[in-house]
């Protein structure tokens, strides 16, 4: 049985919030169209961008706090989840932020340039990491260098978050 009030939910925005993904015009159920333009966005090379679109259900934030960990955003997004997702999907505005990279890549090693990262902060305590690029590679690494119970929960980003996933999450903890 996990402790669940040490386990910590590491949460990825696009893809699991943001299915960003699905056809532009095939919006999923219950989603809901915002338009911004974070300040990260806005630099010389980026200017010319009008806005992002994101789609995000305004209830996974009470579904995710109905779950018995402790949230933390993995994401590129970084500190900027807190202004522009949290209020938008019902999510506190002080979450903390794991540090990652800026930019999704992968190693030569197949491992997901997240990983490594998340291992640190996890600092041996259990852990779900939900995001959409997991891989094997990611799998068998953690397996390999984490001394807690940890489940890597794949999201298909072109659907996000939907009632399954919830209910393996909620599940984890037995």
């Not at 699905?22 to 338009?35: A, C, D, N």
């Not at 799998?139 to 009632?163: E, K, Q, S």
């Amino acid at each position: 049985m996990w402790r669940v009030a040490e386990t910590l939910l590491f949460l990825d925005v696009d893809g699991p919030l943001n299915p960003y993904a699905g056809k532009p015009t095939q919006r999923p159920e219950g989603y809901l169209t915002h338009r911004i333009r974070p300040a990260s966005w806005v630099d010389e090379t980026l200017s010319h961008r009008r806005t992002l679109r994101l789609w995000l259900h305004p209830g996974h934030g009470e579904r995710l706090l109905a779950l018995p960990y402790r949230i933390v955003w993995a994401t590129t997004w970084g500190a900027e989840a807190n202004e522009w997702i949290s209020p938008r999907v019902g999510l506190p505005t002080d979450l903390p932020v794991a540090a990652v990279p800026d930019k999704n890549a992968t190693g030569t090693d197949g491992v997901h340039s997240k990983t490594r990262p998340l291992l640190d902060y996890a600092a041996g305590r259990p852990f779900i990491w939900v995001d959409d690029e997991i891989t094997d590679a990611d799998r068998r690494h953690v397996a390999a260098h984490h001394p807690a119970r940890a489940l890597l929960h794949r999201v298909d980003a072109r659907h996000g978050l939907r009632t399954d996933d919830f209910e393996a999450l909620r599940k984890a903890v037995i």
